[in-house]
T-cell receptor, first 114, second 109 residues
């Protein structure tokens, strides 16, 4: 158990809908990362937050947004969902988000868009 | 653009065998990570290794930054080593982490 929790574990929804994925980092970790793993695109870094502020941005679509709240949990919002958004979404956390830090991964949320 | 390539894509070995996984990257990196994704989908960070060699039990990794490659060694393989191994390059200038496509390792009992 990494100490990072993600909810829900599974999500099935329809095209055009909007969903919110939630991540709680390990106790004491200030930085949160979001990743997407799909069959065609592989593993992709989406976005990183540190103490409520966006720190780095990867291949995150404009239809997607994220935020980190004062209690340090993070939410990833996916809107106008398409079939191709079906993927496993991982959240990870680290202490201060430095490049040399270990990132601890949550179990993921598996999203299926029908 | 920046590319991270892993080889081989698939590897099937008997328990007890040794293996070497390779990761080539196309540009100078700030850091290089190796991950293991087990058959249940869990991702575990194995090494941060921008250069040099690190060891953790039966696993070790070497990165030769000047030649833009990293190697992951697994000795005396066990069935629990099965899964997909990813390397990821960190480029702070681009504020992004780029993953390779992975090596799928299957260890047969």
């Amino acid at each position: 158990d990494s100490g990072v929790t993600q909810t829900p574990k599974h999500l099935i929804t329809a095209t055009g809908q909007r969903v919110t994925l939630r991540c709680s980092p390990r106790s004491g970790d200030l930085s949160v990362y979001w990743y997407q793993q799909s069959l065609d695109q592989g593993l992709q870094f989406l976005i990183q937050y540190y103490n409520g502020e966006e720190r780095a941005k990867g291949n995150i679509l404009e239809r997607f947004s994220a935020q980190q709240f004062p209690d340090l949990h993070s939410e990833l919002n996916l809107s106008s969902l398409e079939l191709g958004d079906s993927a496993l979404y991982f959240c990870a956390s680290s202490v201060v988000g430095a490049v040399q830090e270990t990132q601890y991964f949550g179990p993921g949320t598996r999203l299926l868009v029908l | 653009g920046i590319q991270v390539e892993q080889s081989p894509p698939d590897l099937i070995l008997q328990e007890g065998a040794n293996s070497t996984l390779r990761c080539n990257f196309s540009d100078s990196v700030n850091n290089l990570q190796w991950f293991h994704q087990n058959p249940w989908g869990q991702l575990i960070n194995l090494f941060y290794i921008p250069s040099g060699t690190k060891q953790n039990g039966r696993l070790s990794a070497t990165t030769v930054a000047t030649e833009r490659y990293s190697l992951l060694y697994i000795s005396s393989s066990q069935t629990t080593d099965s899964g997909v191994y990813f390397c990821a390059a960190l480029y702070s200038s681009a504020s992004k982490i780029i993953f390779g496509s992975g090596t799928r390792l299957s260890i047969r009992p």
